[in-house]
T-cell receptor, first 115, second 109 residues
Framework: EAQVTQNPRYLITVTGKKLTVTCSQN?????MSWYRQDPGLGLRQIYY???????DKGDVPEGYKVSRKEKRNFPLILESPSPNQTSLYFC??????????????FGPGTRLLVL | EDQVTQSPEALRLQEGESSSLNCSYT??????LFWYRQDPGKGPEFLFT???AGEEKEKERLKATLTKKESFLHITAPKPEDSATYLC??????????FGTGTRLKVLA
């Protein structure tokens, strides 16, 4: 089944304890992206990647890191989480960045609580 | 600065009562405008992409239209299963996506 998977789905952690949220897609998609969703603010893009080893900042990259060493995986790293990073996180992928062919498929989400 | 504004924030309809959701945008160099549906606790699900003013797309009871400043999602004779949050997003030449805050639709039986 074609899908975007995220792990873990739920995570409670403490301030300053490094964590990684994994994202994997099995559709050979070029483009991958991370978003956070907060009430009243909607979905905001954190980082995106147009292909292996090519990443760029979205609108809210502070406090996050990403890497794209393989086409299928795009982990999100919080090196020193803070309570303001408590949020619902979504990973998404798209077959291509070519105009008129891009369609983002979203993962199920990871709910993160930083105490 | 690229911006997307959706209205209304919330909408309650009786089953069969048609209506429209609005997405107004300002973006430098629109590559595409996207509509998604999001059910509670789930990731957004792709509905439509529109690229040029005047373009229209349809899927079941939904029809999306695009002008140079806004897009409409028309819902014809909605059913309770159409209840969800509908999200609008734009993509500019930088390959970044800007989302609106969504319209929460509730269709009553």
């Amino acid at each position: 089944e074609a899908q975007v998977t995220q792990n873990p789905r739920y995570l409670i952690t403490v301030t300053g304890k490094k964590l990684t949220v994994t994202c994997s897609q099995n559709m050979n998609h070029e483009y991958m992206s991370w978003y956070r969703q907060d009430p009243g603010l909607g979905l905001r893009q954190i980082y995106y990647s147009m292909n292996v080893e090519v990443t760029d900042k979205g609108d809210v990259p502070e406090g996050y890191k990403v890497s794209r060493k393989e086409k299928r995986n795009f982990p999100l790293i919080l090196e020193s989480p803070s309570p303001n990073q408590t949020s619902l996180y979504f990973c998404a992928s798209s077959p291509t960045i070519d105009r008129k062919k891009e369609t983002q498929y979203f993962g199920p989400g990871t709910r993160l609580l930083v105490l | 600065e690229d911006q997307v504004t959706q209205s209304p924030e919330a909408l309650r309809l009786q089953e069969g009562e048609s209506s429209s959701l609005n997405c107004s945008y300002t973006v430098s160099g629109l590559r595409g405008l996207f509509w998604y549906r999001q059910d509670p606790g789930k990731g957004p699900e792709f509905l439509f992409t529109l690229y040029s003013a005047g373009e229209e797309k349809e899927k079941e009871r939904l029809k999306a239209t695009l002008t140079k400043k806004e897009s409409f999602l028309h819902i014809t004779a909605p059913k309770p299963e159409d209840s969800a949050t509908y999200l609008c997003a734009v993509n500019s030449g930088t390959y970044k996506y800007i989302f609106g805050t969504g319209t929460r639709l509730k269709v009553l039986a």
